[in-house]
């Protein structure tokens, strides 16, 4: 009895361990949904413009948030570049599990 639920623990255990090894990620996305102006950087007072998102252009949303006068949060579009958008309106934020 006792060596069944020995067995029966290290398989669970074998289990849970594996379960871990799946190759996914999660990451947040940000779908423009106006026509929102992405800054070179967030420091100084006068921002300048790097590129625009139309509506439905989408970005990675980078690990760095920075609080000032305004929120600004970083952003990775593809074929456009990385920059800083104001937090605000404009966008949705999704999350997205990657495989």
Not at 30 to 54: C, M, N, Q, W
Not at 88 to 96: H, L
């Amino acid at each position: 009895m006792v060596k069944k639920i020995r067995i029966i623990l290290g398989a669970l255990g074998c289990l849970v361990l594996l379960s871990g090894c799946k190759d996914m990620s999660s990451s947040n996305e940000l779908v423009a949904r106006k026509k929102i102006d992405v800054y070179e950087t967030y420091k100084g007072d006068s921002l300048k413009v790097a590129f625009s998102l139309l509506p439905g252009d989408k970005c990675t949303i980078g690990k760095k948030k920075v609080e000032k006068m305004l929120a600004y949060l970083e952003v990775v579009c593809p074929e456009k570049g990385h920059g800083w958008v104001v937090l605000g309106d404009g966008y949705e934020i999704m999350d997205v599990t990657r495989r």
